[in-house]
């Protein structure tokens, strides 16, 4: 009842919010119109300008699972996160969630297909995947649009923040 009551609600909420935008800038006596295509310029100007470095996360990405890093990456760590009582199957999630997003959500799906959604591996990669950032992607993307050259202080509390995010769900999926 309540789940589809949430599902009728959902579905009003983003032409809710532009129609409110809209009733608004014409309460304002705003020009909705060329504010609107000055936004959009300014969208696509700010997309060709980190386009270079999603395309090098990209290809970062294919080359380390076509060249067979990956594997090599998996069997090198696997008696560490062993030792850490990190399942091995998680362990190619955990190397490419901070890199990309949608590559970890393949990945989760695979998971989720071969050991089932209330598994323990399969809670552990769908919770991994929902509360840990994409480092990498972050930092190449914000960074890479605004020229900040220095990161060194962000990329070290994302890592901490992503190895803390590990263990944390590890931990919760635990107890569910």
Not at 99 to 115: F, R
Not at 154 to 161: L, P, R
Not at 165 to 172: D, E, K, N, P, Y
């Amino acid at each position: 009842m309540i789940a589809s009551l949430l599902n009728q609600i959902s579905l009003f909420f983003i032409p809710g919010i532009i129609t409110t935008v809209i009733f608004f800038g014409i309460y304002k006596k705003a020009p909705i119109y060329d504010l609107f295509i000055e936004g959009t310029k300014d969208g696509l100007k700010t997309a060709i300008e980190i386009l270079p470095f999603i395309i090098a996360i990209f290809i970062g990405i294919e080359s380390l699972v076509s060249s067979g890093a990956m594997e090599f990456l998996e069997r090198v760590l696997g008696p560490v996160f062993q030792f850490l009582r990190i399942p091995k199957e998680l362990i190619s999630m955990i190397l490419l969630r901070p890199v990309s997003g949608s590559g970890s959500l393949v990945l989760v799906e695979k998971i989720v297909n071969q050991y089932g959604p209330d598994s323990f591996i399969g809670r552990s990669a769908s919770v991994m995947v929902g509360s840990c950032e994409t480092v990498f992607y972050v930092l190449a993307v914000y960074f890479g649009a605004t020229s900040v050259k220095n990161i060194r202080h962000a990329f070290s509390a994302g890592m901490i923040g992503y190895i803390v995010g590990i263990f944390a769900s590890l931990i919760a999926c635990m107890y569910i």
